[in-house]
């Protein structure tokens, strides 16, 4: 049994005051370290990727304890209503840089999450609706998992809910209690003593902190923050709400902070390679699990690298996203006017670290973006079809060109996983090749360099990194779209060949016939248009893809 401790009030005091002299000094260099502790480069393999580092605030170089086990834990959802967009965000960003560190570079990830289905705000909405507490949140559990479902961000390969991690919980805070570091209030609450940590505010560069708390709310000073929050007189009635007996006394149920600490811990031990999460739990959030797990593994860091994407907000609103604002789009919402791989275009469309204004501008923007990829891959699969006329290429400039876009696309990734970068770079090469197929003149006195090898090696060289960033297939894309029980495919080839026999015919006949025919033809690609099939006519034939149909229309 491990022994509880209630602190010296003197030695307290005279650790308080230390730790606001050290706070308040003026010779820590405030680029790189703050009040002596600096950033730690992890001993291991130096992936040779520069990730944005928020004690430093700049960019260092991602180095790994075990390259073969890559440790990652991301900040869950508290589920208390509908995930929304701003959610979304953070979750879809995350995901991509997952991929592209599992699937480009070819790191094996350990992922986990927490579901906070323990919270001030559940039980608040437990009693607007007169529902379960326990019931409300995992049905908002398993909403928010649909979601990402739908959104196709890969699951955690482990996620812990709260309320089923009580034990855990505990037994962190009866050894940070043990150690002196945390102390019980009054009322049985626990709350973590900031003087014992010398290196807090590490996250945010604190630089000075009330002495003492103005109001009798149970801590010491104003920067002690919750552990285990002990039940008020006026919950004593609410049976139904969550409430654990405790070993230090009463019964409460845990902070917020400490859930993260407790069970990443339980995962992964005393250091975790990356923490993610939005901007917005860099303090006190994040700040708090550091200086818990710091203290609870006697160390002076417990997370290498954290990763911090930057919040959502809605055109012509400054505010994050967020429910308690009452300016949130639910992602179901969202998906009856996009596509999951639109909105993860205008995730890809922004660096993970800035700010995303989401509007129809954006959307039709990661939308008319996306266009450029699925058209792409038509025309190069028509060219390789030999629908368009092959054309006599300069072998040693393609190859030199795809060299050019493998190592600029590589070096994007490696600054701070650049997508947007990234993407210019693959559209660059996008429109070289579109230039060769379409606009350059075949040669047919020469044997001609076809250069079909080149040309394909780019266009899967393109599609492989549209997949790594998780966008869709776009020959998967066509096929789920389409009603299974008809063979579309044969329909629309045989409509397109009819439509060919058409054009052909207007093209030799006179000027009158030639112009009424060819009418028809351009009615007919109208009408396969409307129904959702774009028609695109090359020399030897014509070929047609599926045109997203959800309006853009109405504002976001």
Known sequence: ??????????????????????????????????????????????????????????????????????????????????????H?????????????????????????????????KIIKRSRETGRNWLELAQAFAAEFKLDMHRLNVKPPNLRAHVSANIATIQLFIEQ???????????DNSVYFDVASCASYGKLEKLLQLQESNPQSSGKRTAADFALWKAKKEGEAAQQDEPSWEASWGGVGRPGWHIECSAIAGKFFGRQLDIHAGGLDLRFPHHENEEAQCCAHYETDQWVNYWLHTGQLHLVGDEHKMSKSRGNTISVEEMLTKYTADEFRMACLLSNYRNAMPYGDSLMITAR??????????????????????????????????????????????????????????????????????????????????????????????????????????FDQQQQEQLNPTTDINALIGDLLAVRRQLREKAI????????????????????????GFQVRDHKHGSSWTLVEQKSASSSA
């Open 508 to 531: 030799g006949e006179s000027v009158i016939q030639n112009r009424q025919m060819l009418a028809v033809c351009d009615q007919l690609r109208d009408l396969l248009q409307r129904h």
């Open 88 to 120: 979304a965000s953070t979750y879809v960003k995350v995901d991509i840089i997952q991929r592209i560190l599992r699937d480009y570079f070819k790191y094996n990830l350990v992922t986990a999450m927490n579901i906070t289905d323990v919270d001030d």
């Open 176 to 186: 940070l209690l043990a150690t002196q570091q945390a102390y019980v209030s009054q």
């Open 1 to 86: 049994m491990l022994k509880i401790c209630r602190l010296d009030e003197c030695s307290r005091q005279i650790r308080t005051s230390q730790w606001l002299r050290r706070k308040m000094s003026k010779n820590s260099n405030a680029e790189t370290q703050i009040d002596g502790y600096r950033w730690q480069k992890p001993c291991g393999e130096d992936t040779g990727i520069q990730i944005y580092n928020h004690t430093v605030r700049g960019k260092v170089p991602l180095v790994l304890r075990n390259p073969h086990v890559v440790t990652w834990y991301t900040c869950g959802p508290t589920v208390y209503d509908k995930t929304h967009v701003g």
């Open 368 to 473: 008319q973006t996306l266009r450029k990829f699925k058209n792409f891959h038509a025309d190069l699969s028509a060219y390789m079809q030999f629908q368009k006329p092959l054309k006599l290429l300069d072998e040693g400039a393609l190859q030199a060109q795809l060299k050019h876009t493998m190592l600029e696309f590589d070096n994007s990734l490696r600054d701070d996983f650049d997508t947007a970068r990234a993407l210019a770079v693959l559209m660059d090469q996008m429109s070289s090749i579109s230039r060769c197929i379409n606009e350059q003149q075949s040669d047919a006195e020469q044997e001609p360099a076809y250069c079909l090898d080149l040309l394909l090696a780019a266009g899967n060289f393109i599609g492989n990194a549209m997949q790594n960033f998780g966008i869709t297939p």
